[in-house]
């Protein structure tokens, strides 16, 4: 199975911080990579797939990069809606496997 | 609009089974792949299970292998999870999911809003 690792687990910051989250795959998934937002009590948001691109009616501050086994979500301008936790999850091959994901707290 | 709505969580006792289903509308339930996802108390999000939309093929966890069956009843736009032999570690919040792209829809892309099982005596 691929493992995914992401970090950090969690972080603090502040509305209007520039916030970059990692993810690292065991082995090579090209762009097969899923970003999603999850909301206490709620169900996980898709946010970016393959790697980089924006799902429709996610604001542009989300953007995605990465190739391979090494991948970042950045957030340009932390807004308050934004405090939630991010992860990843690789479409390369089943079993899906997701990140542990990155919890994102108000500083 | 997509919906996708769970049911038939609930508290079972370890060794038990439990049928879990997914009504689906807003798209053609037969085009699309499936997925379960669960999420245990205070933890992270685990694939459990998916489905091709083509054509049935079906895919599982190494965790719920040769206990959990995922199956879809496409005249009823409806998802299952049959779950036996239940231990304690399946105690979760069990989503259904729709996807996209890949053999089996391996974009999640419309969610439920979770049934909660627990696995307990």
């Known amino acids: 199975d691929i493992q995914m690792t992401q970090s950090p687990s969690s972080l603090s910051a502040s509305v209007g911080d520039r916030v970059t989250i990692t993810c690292r795959a065991s082995q090579s998934i090209d762009n097969n990579l899923n970003w999603y937002q999850q909301k206490l009590g709620k169900a996980p948001n898709l946010l970016i797939h393959?790697?980089?691109t924006l799902q429709s009616g996610v604001p542009s501050r989300f953007s995605g990069r990465g190739s391979g086994t090494d991948f970042t979500l950045t957030i340009s301008s932390l807004q308050p809606e934004d405090f939630a936790t991010y992860y990843c999850q690789q479409r390369s091959r089943a079993p899906l496997t997701f990140g542990g994901g990155t919890k994102v707290e108000i500083k | 609009e997509v919906q996708l709505l769970e049911s038939g969580g609930g508290l079972v006792q370890p060794g038990g089974s439990l049928r879990l289903s997914c009504a689906v509308s807003?798209?053609?339930?037969?085009?699309?792949?499936m997925s379960w996802v669960r999420q245990a108390p205070e933890k992270g999000l685990e694939w459990v299970s998916g489905?091709?939309?083509?054509?049935?093929?079906?895919y599982y966890a190494d965790s719920v292998k040769g206990r959990f069956t995922i199956s879809r009843d496409t005249s009823k736009n409806t998802l299952h999870l049959q779950m036996n032999s239940l231990r304690a570690e399946d105690t979760a919040v069990y989503y259904c999911?729709?996807?996209?792209?890949?053999?089996?829809?391996?974009?999640?892309?419309?969610w439920g809003q979770g049934t909660l099982v627990t696995v307990s005596s």
């Open positions: 807003g798209f053609t339930f037969s085009t699309y792949g």
């Open positions: 489905i091709s939309g083509s054509d049935g093929s079906t």
């Open positions: 999911a729709q996807g996209f792209g890949g053999v089996f829809g391996s974009t999640l892309d419309y």
């Open positions: 393959g790697a980089s």
